[in-house]
């Protein structure tokens, strides 16, 4: 019983935090990634991040984070395999220079 107690004040707590981000939703930013499949890696290595998207709450305006964007803005599109580690940095940078930009913000997985 004492279980199932905790849980419903998890839940309610939950709950709670959720309605007050909503309400003050214009610092609120979802955000999702993408990688490779963990399952097709021969080497053992990390999975390597293909895409970022993040999306302001109160606007719906998505800005995205991609290694076949940065390909393209460089002109490698056609030679990604040859490039990934680079370009995949560079997608990164871009990232983290976005994020640098918004401390303040709430960011929602």
């Not at 279980?3 to 955000?31: F, Q, T």
């Not at 040859?82 to 976005?98: G, T």
Request: hydrophobic fraction near 35%.
């Amino acid at each position: 019983m004492a279980n199932a107690k905790y849980r419903i004040k998890k839940r309610k707590d939950a709950l709670k935090e959720l309605n007050e981000l909503v309400e003050r939703n214009s610092n609120l930013l979802i955000i999702h990634y993408s990688c490779e499949s963990f399952y097709n890696i021969k080497d053992g290595r990390t999975p390597r991040i293909t895409s970022i998207a993040v999306r302001y709450f109160n606007t719906g305006q998505t800005i995205s984070f991609s290694i076949h964007k940065v390909a393209e803005k460089q002109g490698k599109l056609n030679s990604i395999e040859d490039h990934y580690n680079e370009l995949e940095k560079s997608m990164l940078d871009e990232f983290y220079q976005f994020v640098s930009t918004h401390i303040n913000y709430k960011w929602i997985h």
